[in-house]
Structure formats: C-alpha cells, structure tokens
Antibody, heavy 120, light 108 residues
Framework: QVQLVESGGGMVKPGGSLRLSCAAS????????MSWVRQAPGKGLEWLSY????????YYADSVEGRFSISRDNSKNSLYLQMNSLRAEDTAVYYC?????????????WGQGTMVTVSS | SYVLTQPPSVSVAPGQTATISCGGN??????VHWYQQKPGQAPVLVVY???GRPSGIPERFSGSNSGNAATLTISRVEAGDEADYYC???????????FGGGTKLTVL
C-alpha cells in the first residue's frame, strides 16, 4: 500500500545539523504536495514546512524559518528536511506527510516518524 | 496569529457519543481536518474538509463546522477509539498549517 518511510534521525549536539529523508512508494510522488510535522515528547503536533509538487512553493513555520530547509527529488520519490543550528527544543519525532489531492491541505498519509534528539 | 483551542480531555462511556470541539475565530470560514493518534503511532486522518470521511474510516466519525467552533463527533464509541485527537486548518493569512493542542479521549 501507499507508504512513506522517514530516515536520518539520531542524536546531535546543539548547534549541529541533520538531514532527514522520506522515501515514498506506491503512489505518484510528483503529483503531491508534501509536508514535515514534528511532535516533541508528550506534546502535540507541530507543522514545520510544506512544499508544492514541483518544489516551486515552500512555506515554513516561524519556529524553523531560516534554520530548516525542505526539498524534494521527484526522480527519487524522496522528500528531505535539512536541519541546521539545532536546539534542544527541536528534540521530537519528525513525520513526513502527504497532502491529500482531494483536500489540498489535509494530510492523508503519514510516515512512521524518525526521532531526533538534540543534546550535549 | 490564528489559534485553535481544544479541550485537553474528554471522557465517554462505551456506546455513547463523544464530541470534541475545536475553537477558532470565524473557523467556520476555514476547512477543518481531524486526526486520530494512538500511543506510539503516527496520526491518521479521520475527517477532512469539515465533514468528509477518508476511505476506511467508520461512519461513526463525523464532523461539522460553523461560526467559531468545529466539532468532531464519534458515535457509538468503542474502546479502540481511545486516542488523542487533533484539529487542523490552513491559515491563508500566514500561509501556515495550524494544529489544535489536541484532546485526549478516554473511554470509561
């Protein structure tokens, strides 16, 4: 079935960088807008970034603007999140999510998440 | 900035109806989506565009949206419905996706 699989999480020191990947399968990746959403331990969902199907339109949450960068490679069916200047408060499970065609801003498919821990 | 407000918790007995609210200024003018998240799992879309139901979601899940509040209604609640529920909108004034703080549904 339709699947998103995140990778690249791990432990990093404050100020460090990490690049997350999200591999899509069993759907036409290039047709869909995509997003990253995170969830800090015991907390709610926080939207981070949004990229259009061709990559020309990108939005960021204020909390990560200037530090995180979203991108995609439609030839590889992959979504990325480059995270720089990481802080302790960036510790969270990071999900990639597909934007539903039927709705334009609902997320109809989610990955299982990858954990990022920022600690010295 | 736009804020979505959800009650932290809702409790309901099995077989009864649970209603979870999502408040926001003139939220009736926006499309509201709802997600269910069970412990250790990724969120699942249960209602989109106020009242749409994705394939595979039981008819027991329904939504409405008017004025300053949107509502997720779960009829004939089952033990398996126990989860956190989040509302979500697109805020066109900021080009941001916004989530409510989440509501923990407890089935007594």
């Amino acid at each position: 079935q339709v699947q998103l699989v995140e990778s690249g999480g791990g432990m990093v020191k404050p100020g460090g960088s990490l690049r997350l990947s999200c591999a899509a399968s069993r759907f036409t990746f290039s047709d869909y807008y995509m997003s990253w959403v995170r969830q800090a331990p015991g907390k709610g969902l926080e939207w981070l970034s949004y990229i259009s199907s061709g990559g020309s339109t990108i939005y960021y949450a204020d909390s990560v603007e200037g530090r995180f960068s979203i991108s995609r490679d439609n030839s590889k069916n992959s979504l990325y999140l480059q995270m720089n200047s990481l802080r302790a408060e960036d510790t969270a499970v990071y999900y990639c999510a597909r934007v539903a065609l039927v709705s334009q801003d609902a997320f109809d498919v989610w990955g299982q998440g990858t954990m990022v821990t920022v600690s010295s | 900035s736009y804020v979505l407000t959800q009650p932290p918790s809702v409790s309901v007995a099995p077989g009864q109806t649970a209603t979870i609210s999502c408040g926001g200024n003139n939220i009736g003018s926006k499309k509201v989506h709802w997600y269910q998240q069970k412990p250790g799992q990724a969120p699942v879309l249960v209602v989109y565009d106020d009242s749409g139901r994705p394939s595979g979601i039981p008819e027991r899940f329904s939504g409405s949206n008017s004025g300053n509040a949107a509502t997720l209604t779960i009829s004939r609640v089952e033990a398996g419905d126990e989860a956190d529920y989040y509302c979500q909108v697109w805020d066109s004034s900021s080009d941001h996706v916004l989530f409510g703080g989440g509501t923990k549904l407890t089935v007594l």
